[in-house]
């Protein structure tokens, strides 16, 4: 039955093809659920990505939706559609429909139903979890109008596209953490021990890269991740929401605390995949004069001691020197032990008060 099935309604090459093409052509995502929302047999569909956690956000990319209802959807339908809880427990892959979490008497008597679902002359839905982990919730799910319920073979037809579906949205998803990182690492235009950590408006974290074990590492560190949220040291913590409340305005911002710069600028991205609200925030150290230049004895050194103690001035660790300059760590743990010899310093932080 299930070949039958398949052979009579087989997959449409240009909606795979479309679909696929979404890597490149970020454009074509509201025709493709469209596509996916016609072969599967709704009227209405919406592939959704929702950021969990104690604070949690909702993107979502809709078809046959007016506006308003997807725009109030996001804003607050999304907290209290029943068919959302019941989608907490699906595994990926898995599919449900309406009646799976409540009958059509039940659900016809929920404010989700007559506030949201009755305006739009909907009713029965299908959906699908198409990715999940501890931290994101990728699905889709599609209704049909109130005369009539999905049936198997509209489930069947549903689940033949998820391989698809969930393969595209992975890559999507892929591609879009590591542009974001990509773009906040050329802001920070690759100085020396800068990390990147993607905030929201009340500072939780949604991603961190670049060196930031090195800022968060430190006996006495002035930021901190503590429950998934970023933390500054004493007053700094409001200077710094503050900074975040104007980098969401569209505000590039820079901070300076001691030896630290933290610059503020706005996650530039125009994927739906990609919630809005996030800020960067890149850490800097700061540079005055030149590692030379406020280094006198620097200009003694040989060429290949002169380059790993101006890294050393900058905080490296020797993990990082022996990245920086192609060698081994214990060449780079050898060639810093000569630098402090030959500086006259007993460690790296009095190496780094040096540079003045």
Not at 167 to 176: A, F, K, P, Q
Not at 214 to 232: I, K
Not at 317 to 323: G, L, M, Q
Not at 343 to 349: E, I, L, Y
Request: positive net charge; proline residues 6%; hydrophobic residues 40%.
């Amino acid at each position: 039955m299930a070949m039958s099935e398949h052979s009579s309604h087989p997959l449409p090459d240009a909606l795979l093809g479309n679909m696929y093409e979404t890597l490149t052509r970020q454009s074509l995502w509201p025709s493709v659920v469209r596509d996916i929302t016609a072969f599967a047999g709704g009227t209405i569909g919406a592939l959704q990505i929702r950021r969990l956690g104690p604070k949690p956000t909702t993107a979502m990319i809709s078809s046959g939706l007016e506006p308003a209802f997807h725009q109030a959807y996001v804003e607050h339908h999304y907290l209290h559609d029943p068919h959302l809880q019941r989608a907490a427990s699906l595994t990926e892959g898995q599919t449900l429909f309406s009646r799976d979490v409540l009958s059509d008497k039940d659900f016809q008597r929920t404010p989700y139903y007559n506030d949201y679902c009755r305006p739009q002359g909907i009713r029965d839905l299908m959906g699908v979890m198409l990715l999940r982990d501890a931290e994101l919730a990728v699905s889709y799910a599609t209704y049909a109008p109130d005369s009539r319920s999905f049936d198997e073979r509209n489930r069947a037809s549903l689940q033949r596209l998820v391989p698809h579906l969930s393969r595209v949205v992975s890559l999507t998803l892929e591609r879009e953490r590591v542009g974001c990182l990509k773009a906040a690492l050329e802001a920070g235009q690759g100085a020396c021990d800068t990390a990147i950590i993607v905030v929201d408006r009340t500072l939780r974290v949604h991603s961190m890269s670049g060196a930031i074990e090195h800022w968060l590492g430190q006996p006495a560190p002035f930021l901190a991740v503590q429950s998934g949220v970023l933390v500054a040291r004493g007053t700094a913590q409001s200077r710094l929401l503050e900074a975040v409340q104007r980098g969401l305005e569209g505000e590039a911002h820079k901070l300076t605390f001691d030896s630290l710069a933290v610059c503020i600028a706005p996650v530039a991205s125009k994927s739906p995949f990609v919630p809005c609200g996030l800020v960067n925030v890149i850490l800097v150290p700061v540079v005055g004069a030149s590692t030379e230049a406020s280094m006198p004895k620097l200009g003694a050194l040989p060429p290949s001691l002169r380059r790993v103690a101006c890294l050393m001035g900058r905080g490296a660790a020797d993990k990082e020197i022996a990245i920086e300059l192609g060698m081994t760590l214990h060449s780079a743990r050898t060639y810093a032990a000569r630098v402090l010899k030959r500086m006259g310093v007993q460690s790296r932080r009095e190496l780094m008060r040096s540079r003045g």
